[in-house]
């Protein structure tokens, strides 16, 4: 198999790094990027992925072409792909907002698929929401494929921008709580390197006991409230802020985004 990925920035290098750790051959994993783009040269010592710059060299058999530039750059992409794509070549774009009628309209209406992962491919803990073009054949492939860094979750593509907020910015909005945990530790005395491993432990240990049982999220939450106890006294003033409500705002401006971003 052959896998081309026109950008090597977060999103990609997560993914093809997800894929490496699953078994996907860094041989068939052909990278590039701007000229001088340092990375490519770094990714090819540190994992063994083949980088280009020649288009031709690229794109000759290439069974998938995946998009993982910014939605910005997809022009400059189109016109380096345009002349040597070839008509059984499939194009996986994990772009946020661009749609698969914009692709397939001026990439010769190949099989397409939008795929929305996260960061955690890395760890190959992605949420991959994916919705593919309608002549899209063999999809079983596709998605056993991207399964290499992630859980997949079939969508309609007018979902898409639902999904972008949830969980492919998702982890920015998590990070961010946690970041602002730890400056809370801080405030109450820790020093940053104690504020940083005891937040970074809760929330792997939070995690994984979330992984290992079918408990409503509020019951392990109760379990560790006593009655009067600390907890209690913490979460009454917790309560006193509409959370809830800075989410719903959180989630819309960047599902709106992800709106703005299909129309340019
Ligand atoms: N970062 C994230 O957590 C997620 C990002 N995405 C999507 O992934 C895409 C990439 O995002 P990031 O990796 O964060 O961006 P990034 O800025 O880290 O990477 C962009 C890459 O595109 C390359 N590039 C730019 N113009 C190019 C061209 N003409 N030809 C080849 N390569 C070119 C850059 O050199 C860079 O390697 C975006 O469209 C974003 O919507 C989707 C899900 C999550
Ligand atoms: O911020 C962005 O636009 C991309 C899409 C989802 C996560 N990062």
Redo the contacts with the bound molecule.
Sequence with gaps: MKIVF?????????IFKGMINEGVKPEEIFV???PG?P?LELFKEELGVMPSLNDAELLKNADYVV?????Q??E??V??VKANLEDKTKLI??????TIETIQSKLNGNETVRI????NAVVQKAVNGVAFSENFTNKEELLKLIETFGTNVLIEESEFNRI?AAT??G??FLYYLYEKYADSLVNLGFSKEQADVLTRELVIGTAEMMKNTDLPLSTLRENITSKKGTTDAGLKSLHKHDIEKIFDQTLEAAKTRGEE?SKD
């Design positions: 026109y950008g090597i920035g977060n999103m990609a290098s997560a590039t990027s701007i783009d990375l998009f993982a530039t910014k939605p750059d997809f400059s992409v016109e380096r774009s994990i772009m946020a907002g661009t929305m992962p996260n960061t972008t492919g910015s982890p920015a971003l």
